[in-house]
């Protein structure tokens, strides 16, 4: 924690120095003091909300009420559609979820002027444990599926870390998590979609059904139609996944470790790294088990157990080390700490009094921080923080990892590695064959002292290219429109736009994806 308080407070300071209006003692207070608005109000205010939406979901799959309403609230959304082609088809149109419930770092400047379409469908439909898939609405978000699932003894195989993610987010954007390197992305998880087009009209998707559109809807933010249902595979989840922490001490081991873990060793469920610097980290190996050594367990989701990075970070320099950790648990492993990003809202969270105290309230709902941030920490987040994940070809990591050391060093970094399946669709494998990528995860305050929110990025984003990597989303780019077609493959994209005359009907991506799009 000294580190990024100590840089946090540097940052704090430069932008005192550089921005007289924030000098004022509500911006002071604001900067300074977040976090007693953030424990005494949304910590709170965050739970109820938790309980609230469980409890909701809990009554309606006991009453078994959702496969039922589910046809209704689809004939909902192709009631608006069709009023849209009625009234002329005059303005784009969006998903009318608002911009602060949403996992993107940025509100959607588009959702204030486009016709907003309600689709309200937010319940898990059915489980099929013979064909072993689960159907599902698109808002149903990662924390309802795990709770839902394990229980029952099933898991889907790639389970993205943050709870409130949804299944439509995911995949009109992109879903990873650390079992990426043996299922790919979440999309390629994803058996068939159904989705309301543009004229209104309701079409099912697969492999085998309509297949164009199927490998066209990854990557296209719902700029092709708006996603009704998704089945999902499901695999068998064990009780306790057995983790395995390998300190490594130079770029050098580091890749090499990573990478033979994710090539060589099939049998990895799960693969991890954790960059502490350059030269110091930590690779995570896991396997879901049903049983665990004694004494081994670890059930880190407990109220009063550290932030789990720095429970990693404390590997490091040591012999390698198993735990057992409860499968649910490692699913969300860094969802109490926001990844590392409480570090900067709640700089004592890691403190034991505050979590015997508090622990049981966080995390903080990242949409009710995102919904009263306010014009100043907003500005703090501008000016001074960077968030990116970038996918790059594993054979590129170590270049990548010195390129983010140059650019920002951030750390921690994350590393995910995952499978890119050769198959059509806005990511193009650049050989032409099944690819083994990584992702690299820098969020945080840069150490740099030329760091420039645009500048910076728009040379992360250059090397990206450079090595025909692919940024994620959900965070700035500011990437020219031919910068992000030689970036994304857009040709099926195009072909599917014209077949299914989007045009008029939706924004393309760039126009909802660019920074110039968001607030
Ligand atoms: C402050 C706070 C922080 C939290 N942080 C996290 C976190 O970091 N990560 C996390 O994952 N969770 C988090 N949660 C959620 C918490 O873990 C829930 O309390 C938990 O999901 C409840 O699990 P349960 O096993 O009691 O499930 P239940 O309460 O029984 O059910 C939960 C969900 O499962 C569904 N369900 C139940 N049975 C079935 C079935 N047979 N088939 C299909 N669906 C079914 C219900 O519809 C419901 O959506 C947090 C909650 C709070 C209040
Ligand atoms: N571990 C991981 O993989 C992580 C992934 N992310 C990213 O977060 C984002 C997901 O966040 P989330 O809050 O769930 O989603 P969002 O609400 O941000 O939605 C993302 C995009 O998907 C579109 N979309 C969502 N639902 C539908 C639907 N039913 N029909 C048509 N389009 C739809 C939205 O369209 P519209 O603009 O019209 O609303 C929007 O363009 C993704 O971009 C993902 O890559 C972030 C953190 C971690
Ligand atoms: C591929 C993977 C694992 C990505 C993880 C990305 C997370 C670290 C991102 C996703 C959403 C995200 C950008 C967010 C923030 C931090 C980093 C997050 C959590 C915060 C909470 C930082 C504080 C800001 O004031 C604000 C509340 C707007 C954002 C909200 C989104």
Not at 33 to 48: E, G, Q, T
Not at 405 to 429: H, N, T
Not at 441 to 455: L, S, W
Request: proline fraction near 6%.
């Amino acid at each position: 924690m000294s580190n990024k308080t100590k840089n946090g407070h540097g940052v704090q300071e430069e932008i005192h120095n550089k921005n007289p209006a924030e000098k004022s003692w509500l911006a002071y207070i604001l900067i300074h003091y977040r976090w007693v608005f953030v424990c005494f109000f949304l910590l709170p205010l965050s739970l109820v909300y938790d309980i609230y939406h469980l409890a909701r979901s809990w009554v309606i799959f006991k009453l078994n009420s959702a496969p039922k309403k589910h046809d209704e609230r689809v004939k909902f959304v192709q009631q608006q559609v069709r009023e849209w082609n009625q009234q002329g088809r005059s303005t784009p149109m969006c998903t009318a979820r608002p911009g602060w419930q949403t996992i993107s770092f940025r509100q959607p400047k588009y959702k204030k002027t486009l016709f907003n379409v309600k689709v309200n469908l937010i319940d898990v439909l059915e489980i099929d444990t013979e064909k072993k898939t689960v159907r599902v609405e698109p808002l149903v978000s990662m924390g309802q599926l795990s709770a839902t699932l394990n229980p029952l003894g099933w898991t889907i195989p790639i389970l993205p870390e943050m709870d409130d993610l949804t299944v439509g987010g995911l995949i009109m954007g992109t879903g990873i998590e650390t079992s990426s390197h043996k299922h790919g992305l979440f999309q390629h998880i994803c058996v068939s979609y159904e989705l309301v087009m543009a004229d209104g009209s309701a079409v099912k998707c697969s492999k085998e059904e309509n297949s164009d559109l199927y490998y066209a809807i990854p990557w296209s933010y719902g700029t092709l139609g708006f996603l009704t249902a998704v089945e999902i595979e499901i695999i068998p989840a064990l009780q306790f996944v057995r983790l395995e922490y390998q300190s490594v001490s130079s770029l050098d081991e580091a890749c090499r470790v990573f990478q033979e873990q994710t090539l060589k060793d099939e049998n990895n469920q799960f693969v991890e790294g954790l960059m502490f610097s350059l030269n110091r980290g930590v690779i995570m190996t896991a396997n879901m088990v049903n049983s665990a050594e004694p004494g081994k367990l670890n059930v880190i989701s407990r109220w009063y157990k550290p932030w789990f990075f720095k429970h990693v970070e404390s590997f490091w320099g040591q012999e390698p080390h198993v735990e057992y950790i409860p499968t649910r648990d490692y699913f969300h492993r860094h969802s109490r700490s926001i990844f590392w990003e409480i570090q900067d809202i709640i700089p004592f969270g890691n403190h034991p009094v505050f979590r015997y105290l508090f622990g049981w309230m966080v995390p903080p709902k990242v949409s009710l921080l995102k919904l009263t941030q306010g014009e100043t920490v907003k500005e703090l987040y501008e000016n001074n923080h960077f968030i990116q994940d970038m996918l790059v070809p594993m054979t590129t990591l170590k270049d990548a990892l010195l390129c983010f050391e140059k650019e920002v060093k951030i750390y921690p970094v994350w590393l995910c590695p995952f499978k890119l399946p050769m198959a059509p669709g806005m990511l193009r494998s650049p050989s032409g064959k099944q690819e083994m990528y990584v992702d690299i995860g820098t969020y945080g305050v840069p150490k740099v002292n030329n760091f420039h929110p645009v500048e910076t990025t728009r040379r992360v984003e250059s090397f990206v290219r450079s090595v025909n990597g692919f940024q994620m989303l959900y965070a700035d780019s500011y990437m020219t429109e031919a910068e992000f077609h030689s970036m994304f493959d857009h040709t099926l994209y195009n072909q599917m736009r014209k077949k299914y005359d989007c045009d008029k009907a939706f924004p393309r991506v760039y126009g909802k994806v660019s920074r110039a799009a968001r607030d």
